[in-house]
């Protein structure tokens, strides 16, 4: 499982990552942010696969993703 954080804060509401997320789960928040923009939101995190494409699209650095570590054995 994977744990996706924007920094909603910084934000500019791009969708480079909602454009990019290969499944689909992320969208842009109906709140306005103090930057006056829509932040971007992952809504259903249970379905993130960490693949961290959205973080890799983000021209700004306000994604962050974590994986959890399975060890085998």
Do not use: W, Y
């Given at each position: 499982?994977?744990?996706?954080?924007?920094?909603?804060?910084?934000?500019?509401?791009?969708?480079?990552?909602?454009?990019?997320?290969?499944?689909?789960?992320?969208?842009?928040?109906?709140?306005?942010?103090?930057?006056?923009?829509?932040?971007?939101?992952?809504?259903?995190?249970?379905?993130?696969?960490?693949?961290?494409?959205?973080?890799?699209?983000?021209?700004?650095?306000?994604?962050?993703?974590?994986?959890e570590?399975?060890?085998?054995?």
């Open positions: 499982m994977a744990r996706v954080t924007f920094r909603e804060e910084r934000c500019k509401g791009c969708e480079l990552c909602r454009h990019f997320c290969p499944r689909g789960i992320i969208a842009m928040a109906s709140h306005i942010n103090g930057m006056g923009f829509h932040p971007a939101t992952v809504t259903e995190p249970e379905k993130c696969t960490g693949c961290a494409t959205c973080a890799k699209m983000c021209p700004d650095l306000v994604i962050e993703v974590e994986r570590v399975v060890q085998v054995g």
